[in-house]
């Protein structure tokens, strides 16, 4: 079974995902607990393949035991392997999460949305998994169709953002479609271990240089790297709130994984470095991504949206560390593809927690929040502690990496917006921290408790995830130490 | 002399931690058991600091390595002798402040009491932690819990200025962490390694002007939570806060805190040999004795009680880095013993500042005519915290300023002593009229005359402290040997390990 | 110059039509446009990748005489190449996908809003 582990990772929940109309169709709340087993035998096999990879190495499995570079093939290494699992595990916590909030949005769509659902994570575990540049283009393609489906069914404007999504997610595929067979006609492979080995005789070529850069604005738009980002502030503002929560963490860090494979895996990093520097392209990109995004979310007053920000600037964290290209800054971008993931699901599933309980998602209404949602606002604390880069959580190992890269690049305006930053999400998170927890008194001390206001915390089915996360929030951030030293020091192509 | 592994720091530094959560629990169901919690972890806690003081006095070095965290730097506890006295300060202090913030809080029937005692834990797990930390991470960590956890605390009125407070609090001192952590990674980009060294081990590293500027944003860094000048604005501000927090975190806990993280600098980062060859000493000396002056003539134009405790405070802090920044024997060691001394004294006199506002709710020092005659004993105290800052024996502040003026003239460097000598008529300036109106002037409207002392929960703690205060002016070592692990710790540094 | 546009037609052709449906995508305001300049842009990139398989002389990729020839050579110079066609028919389902999940979005945009220009569903939502 373990040599089988990399395509089961995908076959399940793609097999899964086919039979649950009919379970809906017979009864609805099977439909839960049947997607719930899917995702948990998917993270098994993540696991799985996560320890097979430490133990003895990279995993390559021939789908239809064709060799390649003819067939496909399905390859995990150590980076592939610790994204699998991340992705595995977070789509299994939003999918407990979903009961409820599902139940209260989209009730007579339940079946149809888990469907959708676990076409969605196939899409992405198959973006992850795969070695060959035209299945991902396919994977990729099935997860931006499932996301625009799931975008669609959301509140008021939903289908207006979804559309926008639609046209400029096709445009991303196409370019990246078109790279692909760019990179064909100059070799003949789509093999991404032969084009690396390939490719390194032709980098003079034009050709190579327009498939690169077709490959990267392409992943670009999926990722919303500003100033691609227009499809992302409306599409997951009105996206239910599994959908999002769902989506924000995987979609952007699955496209940085596929910059990552294109920039230094297909093509050897020295290209990517010197050849065609878009390295330094892409910090300064990511500078202004990271600046844009904390801007503006300073802005908004409603919570989703604001958080919707937040994400636009840390997928310029992300791209940052790429650009940096130095030993420093991809492990920065590595831990925090895992530190984000767990920090902006943390995130989205509070506010559907906050929007189940109260209905609305303006700052101004949070008063009392506290009381009334007592753990919900605790983990917002935490998880917002961790986006300010407050030690011991997460959020501060990430940004330690990716200021450590900056430096030893000597990169200092690069170095300084990571600071700004961070005091910029300070100013955000505190601001909706003292309208939760503070009650404005006139006058002096009044005395003993005030008003009573009713503890109505989230169901345990979104509580237990949110708390669960929250947890691994605090925890990686102390484990990074064994996190680096384990995987993602090995992740790293060796010439760094 | 020897490298000890030991459990114990990271005990002390979980036991209010656990305290922590235990009181969250407990909330306001049963508020005696809950404070029951917060005595019993501050007493366990101070009995493992003490537990440890024999080994260090014996030149040991405590050690506990939690967990790795990036290759060459752990989080890792490594207590050394300026790191075990601050331990003891803030956990002895810690015990009777709790007490004192009982009487105050039920005295005053104050509100979100159990947010109040649980940040109060927290803030000291974060001190004990910044205290025992063996690298500069491990500190960093340590520090931002600190400001995270004080915050509730400085806005805990909750009204608009008392907000408005916490705000300015956190804008100085998360920018100040930003500086400090831009200033740790370019250490650790330049050397491989955080971790204190008694004397520095940053010699040899780096080019000057680098090593310039690390030194001058560290200090500038921490010196915001010692509220330095220029970066000093918060500390009046926050007086807003309940007076226990005043008291503890903002006398002891919180600017130590930043006193500490400059003191380590100075002297287990940089140390002092390199110090020298920088040239930064003197320009840090005279950077502080700026602080010192300004601060001394702003209290004397405050009219608010606590403000012109603050300011005081202030001052006091330079001092203590100024006598650091002398780098001789005498002046680290008076420049350690007053991080203590001082700690003992201000907190006396911000604990009278609360009992006067318990029982008359006066804030200003013009309203005070004539409280001697109805609380003699809180105001007698006060009267032995002032006389200690101004540096007159028999209390404790004239043994660490005579050492530190032995420190000026050890570096050759009178200008400093001039210093120490007008902040000391300053000291004289600011608080004496405080106790001459009290005590020899008619009491106006509403203070009877008649014996009327303070709550007594309030009124043990403040006279203990002052009592304590005396003791150690007479006997620097009767404090479970305060003197001998000042010296010790200037010892090591100027020894070199 | 003629003969560097002649020679490589395929790519002008390729470039005109995705060009078209690049400007039909963003600048045309009615959402069916919008998805007809959709299918513009993907058909031309699938025209583009069918078209590099085409060699001079070369003949249709069928196997004349598969079964229990296999001792037989096979002349892969004489084919034209048969992988692009391959990738391609995925490349189709993936386009016909996608427009049907758009028109369905479409469907609903004016089930709710009546109408299908943007410029009034964006002032409609507001």
Redesign the interface.
Known sequence: MIEQAPVLIVVIPLIFAFITPLIGWRRKELCYPWIILALTLSTFCSVIALLTVIDTGVIHYHLGGWLPPWGIEYVVDYLSAFVLVIVSFISLTVAVYSKKSVEQELPDKIPYFYTIFLLQITGFLGIVVTGDM?NL??FL?IAS?AG??LI?VGE??A??A??KY??MG??G??FY??GV?YL??ATGS?NMADLASLLPDLYGSKVVLVAFTFLIVGVAIKMALFPLHGWLPDAYEKAPSSVSALLAPLMTKVAAYVMIRIMFTVFRPYFSIEVFPVTTILSWIAAAAILYGALMALAQTDLKRMFVYVLISEVGYLVLGVGLANKNGLTGTILHILNDAFMVVALFMIVGAIVYRCGTREISQFRNLHRKMPFTMAAFVIVG?SV?G???TCG??SK??L??GA??ASQWVL?GVL?LS??LN?ILF?RVI?YA??????????????LVVAREEAPLSMLIPIISVTAGVVLFG?????I??TVIQFAIPACF | MGVIVSIKPLLAVLVTLAAAVLIIFTGERNRNLREFWTLLASILKFAIVISMVPLILKGNVIEYTIISLTPGIALQFRIDSLGMFFGVLASFLWIITSVYSIGYVRSLDEHAQTRYFFNFALCLSATMGIAFAGNLLTLFIFYEILTVATWPLVYHKETEEAIMAGRKYLVYTLTAGMAILFGIILIYSLTGTTDFRPGGFLSGYGSASMLRFIFVILILGFGVKAALMLMHEWLPSAMAAPTPVSALLHAVAVVKAGVFGCLKVILYVFGPELLHGLSLWLLLAYFVSFTVIVSGMYALAQDNLKRRLAFSTINNLAIIIMGAAMLTPSGIKGAIFHMGGHGFMKITLFFVAGAIYVKTHKENISELDGIGRQMPLTMGAFAIGAIGIAGIPPVCGFISKWYMALGTLEANEVFFLFVLLISAMMDIAYFFPILYNSFFKKPKEDISPHFNEAPMMMLVPLMITAIISIILGIFPNAFFNFFSIASTAAGKILGGI | MIDFIVSKYNYWIYIVLMMIGFYAMIGKRNLIKKIIGMNIFQTAVILFYVSIGCKRGGTLPILEYAHGHAGEAIQASAYINPLPHVLMLTAIVVMVSTLGVAIAIVIMIYLKYNTLEEDEILKAVK
């Open positions: 035209f283009f396919v393609e169709l625009y489906a669609a008021e404007g289908p207006m979804s559309f639609v046209i096709t445009i595929a196409s479609l078109l067979g064909y006609m789509l502690l300010v407050i030690p011991p501060f190992f330690w990496y200021i450590l430096v030893d170095a600071v961070s005091l300070a505190f003292e927890y503070i009650e404005p008194r006139n006058g002096h001390d009044s005395g003993g408790e005030s102390l484990l990074s130490g064994r680096i030293s």
